[in-house]
């Protein structure tokens, strides 16, 4: 299995939902991270998981949860969004020695 | 610091053409640069990857790389498109300040005509 597979695909949720969206790969890859990219923008590093633990975290606003409840899974915990945060959330993992980062399709999440 | 400058934000080409896409990094380290390609609503993926060795990499697809030492350039080329190429182009460096992480350069999108 050399895939990343995000869970939902789309996602609309309301300011007042809480959601989650879902990540997981069975490569062995000890690093995972999200990305948020909006339309026609680069992505942009959101929290960055090593060993199942959080090492980086960009400055994310705390309506932005990350979990990594084992070495294979990494969700990210919505609540309370607002409209501008409506865009492409992509979660990647890193293998060791190879330097190659695997991306997932992505979620597309809109905030109404 | 590492970052990486794509100055093309879109390069319209015509099908069977070829066509060249800039990237500059600036790094004060030794450097792994990466291609990735990103079509209309999907995810990114990996087109081909610098990590040290050759300096000219080539992916299965037919694009491929050089890296440029001394011009801090790591361009992408294919001497001949296709409709099918139109998409958006990623460049990115990969940072190690402890822990590593990619950081993208702005993007070119490639759009390929008949």
């Known amino acids: 299995d050399t895939e990343v597979t995000q869970t939902p695909k789309h996602l609309v949720m309301g300011m007042t939902n809480k959601k989650s969206l879902k990540c997981e790969q069975h490569?062995?890859?000890?690093?995972m991270y999200w990305y948020k990219q909006k339309a026609k923008k680069p992505p942009e590093l959101m929290f960055v998981?090593?060993?199942?633990?959080?090492?980086i975290n960009e400055s994310v606003p705390s309506r932005f949860s990350p979990e990594c409840p084992n070495s294979s899974l990494l969700n990210l915990h919505l609540h309370a969004l607002q409209p501008e945060d409506s865009a492409l959330y992509l979660c990647?993992?890193?293998?060791?020695?190879?330097?190659?980062?695997?991306f997932g399709s992505g979620t597309r999440l809109t905030v109404v | 610091a590492q970052s990486v400058t794509q100055l093309d934000s879109q390069v319209p080409v015509f099908e069977e053409a070829p066509v060249e896409l800039r990237c500059n990094y600036s790094?004060?380290?030794?450097?792994?640069l990466f291609w990735y390609v990103q079509y209309p609503n999907q995810g990114l993926q990996l087109l081909l990857k610098?990590?040290?060795?050759?300096?000219l990499v080539e992916s299965i697809n037919g694009f491929e790389a050089e890296f440029n030492k001394s011009q801090t350039s790591f361009h992408l080329r294919k001497p001949s498109v296709h409709i099918s190429d139109t998409a958006e182009y990623f460049c990115?460096?990969?940072?190690?300040?402890?822990?590593?992480?990619?950081?993208f350069g702005t993007g070119t999108r490639l759009l390929v005509s008949p």
């Open positions: 990647a993992s890193r293998g060791q020695g190879a330097h190659g980062y695997t």
């Open positions: 490569m062995g890859h000890r690093a």
């Open positions: 998981y090593s060993y199942e633990k959080l090492s």
């Open positions: 790094s004060s380290v030794s450097v792994y």
């Open positions: 610098y990590l040290s060795g050759s300096t």
């Open positions: 990115a460096v990969e940072m190690n300040t402890g822990f590593q992480k990619l950081v």
